[in-house]
C-alpha cells in the first residue's frame, strides 16, 4: 500500500530525484497589494522608491510561500537618493517590522522599482541586499530565507530569495490574486517545447498558458463525484503537480459518478485518492501527484493544501469548506468551490437540479459572507464528526438541526459543473471572455430553470479579512483542533 505521505513521481527518473530538486519560493500577494504598490513604487518622477513587506509563511520542506500580510512603504522624502537608476533610504523603517517578525517568526520582503524597465538585479541591489539581509538574520537570530523583489512599470516582478546575507536562488513564482490570476516566473523554467498531449489546449489558450499549468501545484479537496472530475481535466490539462485529499475509500454506491473507479475498487475499499493517483499514473503524462486519505481538519492535510498555489473545494458538507476558506486566507491562496445540488421530490422524481462555482479571492468576500452556509451548521458539522453520540443527542433535543444527509448525484449533472469550475480557473489564467472577470465571482447554473446566474464580487468578509497572509501560526489556522 502506497504510503499517505509519499508523493507520486510520474516521471521517468522516479521520486528520489526530486529530492535533490532546490526548495520551490513563491510570493503571494493580492491585486489589491498589488496596486498600492505600484501607485507608491511609480509616483510619476520616473525616479526609483521602494517599500517593506511582512509576511506570512508557509515554511513547507519542499516549497516555501512568502504571503504579504503588511505593507510598508518608505517615504521618498526619507530617501537621500533617488535617480532612475538608484535609490538611497534609511533602514531604520525595517525596524518597524523587525519585533513583528520575531515575534511570529515572518518574512521582510524589500521591494523597489525600475522606472528604465531593467530586468535584472544591479551590482548596487547586490550589495544593498547583502547588507540588509545580513543585518536582518542576525537581529532575528535566525536562518530562516527573505526575499527581494524589484517591480517594473507595467506591474511584472521578479525576485529572489536570501538568506543571512546570501543571494539563495530567483523566486519561482510570484502570484497575483485578483479577478484575475497573475502569475509572475511561472513556467518560465519549463521546456519551450510543447508536449503533443498539450497541442491542442496550446492552441486554444497558448503555450505560455501550457507552461503556467506545468509549473503550479493545485489541490482538490473532495474526490468523488465532482473531484474525480475536476481531477481528469486537470491532470490532461497539464497541471504539473496535484495534492488530492479524500478520507474515504471507494463504495458501490459511488461508481455511477466517481471516474476510473470499478468494483474491484470498492470491494478491496481502496481509498478515491489513490484509485485517482493511479489513474493519472497510467496517463503517463509527467506529472507528480501527492494522495492523502486523510479529512481537511487534520494538521498533515492543510500544510499540504496550504503549500499549492490553487485550491479546489469539491465537498458537499460546510465544514471543509468553511476550513478551506481560511486556509486560502491565511495563505494568500485562490480558492474554486464547485457546489451541486439535485433534490428529490419523494416520488421518485427530481424536483430540482441546480449548482454554483464560487471564486474566492483571499481577503475578499467568504463563502460565509455570502451566506451559503452559517457557523451553526459548520458547528453542527464538526460536532458530527468528532463526537457523534453527542451530535445525535443534541439533534434529538432539539438543539442542533440536522446535517445534510447523501443527495441524489448524476454524472453528467457532476461533469457540468465540474467542467464550469475548471473553466472558471482557465479563465482566470488567461481570461477568453467578453465581460470582464470581476462579473463572475459567483456562476450559478440552473438546469430546472435552463440559465447562467453569475454575480460579482460581494462586500468582504470582516470575520476572515484580519487573518489574511497571516501564514503558519500556532495553533495552526487559530484553531486548536490543529495544534
Known sequence: MLQATSPWSMTGSGASSRRHN???YALRLTEAQHDLLRTHLFP?????????LLCG????SGRHAFCVQKILPVPHSACSVRTPDRITW??????????????????????????????????????????LYDSVSSLLGDALPHASVVMLPDGQMFGRVVAAGEIVQPLSSITVTGSDLKLYGAGADASTSTDAFALRHAQAFGKGTTALLRSLSIAVVGCSGTGSIVIEQLARLGVGRLVLIDPDCVEEKNLNRILNSGKEDAYLKRYKVHVLASAIARMGLGQEVLPLPLNLATREAVL??????????CMDGVEGRHLLNRIATFYSIPYFDAGV?????????????????HYLQP?????????VYTMKQVEAEELKRTNPDLYAELRRAGYLRGVDEDRPAVISVNMLYASLAVNEFLARVHPYRNQPNSDYAYLGASLSEV???????????LALKRHLGRGDVEPLLERPSLS
Open 57 to 60: 509563511r508557509r515554511n513547507g
Open 44 to 52: 510619476g518622477d520616473g525616479n526609483e522608491a521602494v517599500a517593506l
Open 304 to 313: 499540504a493544501v496550504a503549500e499549492c498555489d490553487v485550491v479546489f473545494g
Open 363 to 371: 481577503g475578499r468576500s467568504s463563502l460565509l459572507s455570502r451566506e
Open 341 to 357: 445540488r439535485l433534490d428529490a421530490d419523494g416520488k421518485g422524481g427530481i424536483s430540482s437540479i441546480a449548482g454554483a462555482v
Open 90 to 131: 534609511p533602514t531604520t523603517f525595517v525596524d518597524d517590522l523587525l519585533s513583528e517578525a520575531f515575534a511570529s517568526a515572518q518574512a521582510i520582503v524589500k521591494i523597489h522599482s525600475h522606472p528604465g524597465y531593467y530586468r535584472k538585479f544591479s551590482s548596487a541591489d547586490d550589495q544593498s541586499d547583502r547588507a
Open 22 to 24: 532546490p526548495v520551490r
Open 451 to 461: 440559465g447562467f446566474y453569475p454575480e460579482s464580487e460581494a462586500a468582504d468578509c
